[in-house]
């Protein structure tokens, strides 16, 4: 299971420690609750100790990251804490589209003109866009928040999926490198990822899965990673030397020329992040997909986000998981908004301009909970509020929103910090 993290009195940070000896401290009043989530407590009196070498583990991706924090005992390595963080990208995306059109429609009605503007703009080099910097930043959070409550001493990310030029030559770096142990994992993880991990022909999934080519060799087909594929066993025998058209997928051909956006969201701030996380001045370990693939296979461990940050480099090797270890699901749901005025389907003003962020020392999305004494709304509410200016909040709980609770009522568990937490 997780561990808790610990932080002395003055805050800094102490070794993680088993939830039964978090129990323990709490019930003797030598500690006290700092932080829900992560789920962190502060020693009262104590200050200083003991602490192991930890390093927090990522594994970048287009829609979940996966984060683990890998202490280094005397009996070995061991996850002692996981997560996956869910990105909001496309969220970003879709609402920078959706004010371009309406800015451009207001335009063209010539309404509340307002002249164009990206006629004169001039982006700086290597700048990303919101969509994909909105990813980096979700992970240095998270690390700049783990450093706060670990005693984190190195990182380590996966800093390439695939290796392009060991596809195309594997001799580039040597020849020994394609006679070694990690020979084929480039070109097959490109594959796995670009055909979405199931068989090309018939969409079975969970099965064993072999390289195969769309034009086969004996016709002319060459091994270049356009004329593969991947497919079960059985519908590679059953086409044989067929090419995939004559097989009756012609579909084919044109998807294995097709991009694979995930990989290029991916490999375009892999670079940022790496550069990020190398001016916090720790240690950094990077690896590449296909170690990260290598690891967990031959340790045995399921095809998760969590896990392959595990496995990241070669320090993932040899990390031991407990099985009753649960990552915490970490949703990125942005804080506030920017827009002054909500707007109609025309791009005409419905709402009145924004209002107090705070009130009674309350903001929309912090998670409370409620004890209703009196009246019809009698009874206790956990989950998150939605302010109003008249002190009257409305709670969403796991099963509904219970409109009218008083503030007076309210007492705040966790304030509002642009993400939703859960567990699998």
């Not at 596809?167 to 070694?180: H, K, L, R, T, V």
């Not at 990125?332 to 002054?340: C, E, F, L, N, P």
Request: with cysteine; net charge positive.
């Amino acid at each position: 299971m997780q561990r808790v993290f610990v932080v002395d009195k003055h805050r800094q940070p102490l070794m993680p420690c088993h939830p039964a000896r978090a129990r323990k401290l709490l019930n003797k009043g030598k500690a006290a609750v700092l932080r829900q989530q992560p789920f962190t407590i502060i020693l009262i009196e104590r200050e200083g100790g003991e602490t192991q070498p930890t390093q927090v583990k990522i594994d970048p991706g287009s829609k979940t990251t996966g984060i683990a924090l890998v202490a280094d005992f005397k009996r070995g390595l061991r996850c002692i804490w996981a997560a996956e963080l869910t990105h909001r990208g496309q969220q970003v995306h879709n609402a920078l589209l959706k004010r371009r059109q309406q800015r451009r429609t207001r335009r063209s009605r010539k309404t509340r003109y307002r002249p164009a503007r990206f006629n004169n703009r001039r982006r700086e080099q290597g700048v990303l866009s919101p969509s994909l910097q909105s990813r980096v930043d979700n992970i240095l959070t998270w690390v700049k928040r783990l450093r706060r409550f670990a005693p984190i001493t190195r990182l380590a990310m996966e800093l390439t999926r695939f290796d392009t030029q060991k596809m195309q030559n594997p001799e580039i770096s040597g020849i020994e490198y394609q006679q070694g142990t990690l020979q084929g994992y480039e070109v097959r993880e490109y594959l796995l990822e670009k055909w979405g991990r199931q068989c090309a022909y018939c969409g079975k999934t969970s099965v064993p899965l072999e390289v195969e080519h769309i034009v086969p060799q004996t016709r002319g087909g060459s091994q270049r990673v356009p004329n593969l594929t991947i497919a079960c066993e059985p519908c590679n025998r059953k086409k044989g030397n067929q090419t995939a058209a004559e097989f009756g997928y012609p579909e084919i051909q044109a998807q294995a020329k097709q991009p694979l956006k995930d990989a290029a969201v991916v490999n375009a701030t892999r670079r940022t992040l790496y550069e990020q996380l190398k001016a916090t001045g720790l240690s950094l370990e990077v690896g590449t997909g296909a170690r990260t693939k290598y690891n967990r296979i031959r340790q045995g461990y399921p095809k998760t986000h969590w896990l392959d940050a595990v496995c990241v480099g070669d320090s993932g090797e040899q990390v031991f998981v407990h099985p009753a270890l649960k990552p915490l699901i970490i949703t990125a749901t942005g804080r506030q908004s920017r827009q002054m005025c909500r707007v109609d389907k025309f791009g005409f003003p419905r709402t009145s301009a924004k209002q107090q962020r705070m009130v009674n020392g309350f903001q929309t999305g912090d998670m409370v909970k409620a004890v209703v004494t009196v009246g019809k709304k009698t009874g206790t509410y956990m989950g998150r509020v939605a302010i109003r200016a008249s002190g009257s909040f409305n709670i969403k709980t796991k099963n509904k929103i219970v409109q009218g609770i008083g503030y007076q009522y309210c007492q705040s568990q966790h304030r509002s910090d642009g993400y939703d937490y859960s567990f699998v």
